[in-house]
């Protein structure tokens, strides 16, 4: 019964991203490039996290590659998005503020996000996603968390981070680069 559900939850969660999925994956389009396929860039923004938040020391992190595009699939009445695909390569350098230590972590997973009216989300995933997880604000532990496999990821309106893993692996890269 296992083996028929993680199989059905792969094939969902693979049609659900085909389906948003631009015609060329080489090339992704993005909306005024002139193809109307709505796909639109996704950067993210560098961030810094202080001794003790996510790791024992300093980190900073910063992508290094960033091709990331989204696509607001549905919305809410307000017209603010209710479901948004991401896709896309993105690698961030976390770098530990006190030493200089660094690991790029390949955070370009495939990602349909609900995003609910009260501020909470649902991330259906599959590859690999860089989660920040503080003290007791999930159910992994504190740290910078490459989640890689095929999940889900239900972030409260708190932000507290609560993992569903139907198949793969969590590697905090705290611990590589500490």
């Given at each position: 019964m296992h083996r028929t559900s993680?199989?059905?939850?792969?094939?969902?969660?693979?049609?659900?991203?085909?389906?948003?999925?631009?015609?060329?994956?080489?090339?992704?389009?993005?909306?005024?490039?002139?193809?109307?396929?709505?796909?639109?860039?996704?950067?993210?923004?560098?961030?810094?996290?202080?001794?003790?938040?996510?790791?024992?020391?300093p980190v900073h992190g910063e992508p290094v590659v960033d091709e990331v595009v989204q696509k607001v699939l549905a919305t809410h009445r307000d017209g603010s998005p209710s479901e948004i695909a991401y896709r896309g390569a993105l690698v961030i350098r976390l770098t530990n503020t006190d030493t200089g230590a660094f690991h790029d972590a390949d955070a370009s997973g495939s990602a349909l996000v609900d995003y609910h009216?009260?501020?909470?989300?649902?991330?259906?995933?599959?590859?690999?996603?860089?989660?920040?997880?503080?003290?007791?604000?999930?159910?992994?532990?504190?740290?910078?968390?490459?989640?890689?496999?095929v999940y889900t990821l239900d972030i409260s309106a708190t932000g507290y981070k609560t993992l569903h893993m139907i198949h793969g692996s969590t590697d905090d890269i705290c611990a590589r680069i500490g």
């Open positions: 993680v199989v059905s939850a792969l094939a969902l969660t693979a049609a659900l991203l085909t389906a948003a999925s631009p015609a060329s994956a080489s090339t992704p389009a993005v909306s005024g490039s002139g193809t109307g396929t709505g796909w639109e860039p996704a950067p993210t923004a560098p961030f810094d996290a202080a001794a003790g938040a996510r790791c024992d020391f009216a009260d501020g909470s989300q649902r991330w259906h995933a599959v590859g690999p996603v860089l989660a920040g997880i503080g003290e007791d604000n999930g159910n992994l532990p504190r740290g910078e968390q490459l989640i890689d496999g």
